[in-house]
Structures are given as structure tokens and as C-alpha cells.
């Protein structure tokens, strides 16, 4: 008796689908209108903030950390008399009359992250100087480093001018003062003999008036006087003065 085997059937290979990556959805009507406005509000913010920077009565200067100028305003070339072309060579070092005054500035920018009401003297083109006053913040990288500097420059030319001429008005107000006291006090203890044994106390009332620029000298002759005669009515031998 002979035993039947039964032939086993090979087993079915199957090959394996690749897989596919899914599309992402179709952006909706809604998600289309999203992005248009945010689109649009963003143009619309760069806009304004362009509009702004060049419209600004201030000088307004960007810098990269050394120096170099990256953008500047109209009112800040018609400050320092350049072109754009011509600034944008240059770096912001390259206007101070004192050198020091840049490393000085540096050092405070980088320990202070912003300034105000700094001062410094900076040449226009042409070497003519002026008195200037920074407003400066830093500018940050997406890592948090300085990137560079922003700022506003105001030439405070006039403003220096006319304290300095205050100060050399009011000490040359000073010195008349004082003279006239001088005056007053010599003639005061002063006694005259015109006539022999018969003495004469003389007596100085003085008035001060400070000369106030571009004043006629009439005006100012005026103002004198009748500080003398205000000097007299408050009971002779003294000095009146104002401005």
C-alpha cells in the first residue's frame, strides 16, 4: 500500500503598493481670502512705514553694527548735502570731526542698547561742522545681536550759537556791573575840596542795561539812561541794571 503525498502550492507573493504621499488639501475660498489680506496688510504696513521714513522732517539713518550706512532719508541727505549714492559708500564714522567722539559713542551704544540727547560735532560736506544730537536705538538680529543701529540726527548748530552768545552776554552784563559798583564806591568815599575847608561828598547813581542783539544803539542808550534815573530814585549812590 503506497501512501499518496499531496503536492503543497506555492505560496502567493504579493507585491507591495508604494506608498503615496498625501496632497494636501486644496486651499478653501476662505483660506485664499486670509491670505490676501494678510498679504495686503502687510504691503500696506512696508508702505506707510516707507511713506514715514522718507516724509520725516527729521534725519533718520540705518547702520549696520560698523558703521556702514544701509539706508537714510531725504531730510538726512539735504542735512549733511550729499547724495544718496555718495552716502551709502560711506559710514557714519566718517562724519565726526573728533574721532573720539565715534569710539566714545561705541562704547555707550553697545553698553546702553539706546541713546538720547547725545551729542556730537559732525561735518556736512564741504567740512562745515555742526553741533549735532543723536536719538539711537540698536537694531536686532532674528538671534538676538546687534544687527546694526537706527537713529534720528538734529543739528543743534543754532541753538549752541545762541547759548554760547548768552554766556559771553552775561559776563560781559557781569563785568559792567561790577565796574559800576567800582565807580559808584570810589567816588563815595571820595571828599572833594573845591573850596578850601569846605568838603564835598559826591555821590554816583549808575544805570546797566545789557545790549540785546541787532538793537539799535538808540534803544540801547535809552534803556541805559532810564536805569540811571530808576538807580536815582531809589535813593542815589547805587546801581540799577536789567536787561
Not at 172 to 183: F, G, N, P
Request: charged residues 35%.
Amino acid at each position: 500500500m503506497t501512501k499518496k503525498v499531496e503536492k503543497k502550492k506555492p505560496a502567493a507573493i504579493t507585491k507591495a503598493k508604494p506608498l503615496r504621499s498625501k496632497k494636501p488639501p486644496n486651499p478653501t475660498s476662505q483660506d485664499q481670502e486670509k491670505n490676501r489680506i494678510l498679504v495686503e496688510a502687510l504691503r500696506h504696513s512696508e508702505e506707510k512705514y516707507r511713506t514715514l521714513f522718507e516724509d520725516s522732517r527729521d534725519a533718520i539713518t540705518i547702520t549696520d553694527r560698523d558703521g556702514t550706512f544701509l539706508d537714510v532719508n531725504k531730510a538726512m541727505l539735504d542735512l549733511f548735502g550729499y547724495r544718496k549714492e555718495q552716502i551709502m559708500r560711506m559710514k557714519f564714522q566718517d562724519l565726526y570731526v573728533d574721532p573720539a567722539d565715534a569710539a566714545r559713542f561705541q562704547h555707550e551704544i553697545e553698553k546702553k542698547g539706546s541713546l538720547r540727547d547725545y551729542e556730537a560735532k559732525l561735518f556736512k560736506k564741504g567740512s562745515k561742522v555742526m553741533h549735532c544730537l543723536f536719538i539711537v536705538t540698536q537694531r536686532r538680529s532674528e538671534g538676538g545681536t546687534i544687527a546694526g543701529y537706527q537713529g534720528i540726527v538734529r543739528d543743534i548748530t543754532a541753538q549752541k550759537v545762541m547759548e554760547e552768545a548768552l554766556r559771553e552776554s552775561e559776563k560781559k552784563y557781569q563785568d559792567a556791573v561790577i565796574a559800576a559798583e567800582r565807580l559808584r564806591k570810589r567816588f563815595a568815599d571820595e571828599i572833594f575840596f573845591p573850596v578850601p575847608l569846605e568838603p564835598v561828598h559826591v555821590t554816583v547813581s549808575v544805570g546797566v542795561a545789557n545790549y540785546l542783539d541787532g538793537e539799535e544803539i538808540s534803544s540801547f542808550v535809552k534803556r541805559a539812561d532810564q536805569n540811571m534815573y530808576e538807580a536815582k530814585s531809589k535813593g542815589k549812590n547805587c546801581v540799577y541794571f536789567s536787561d
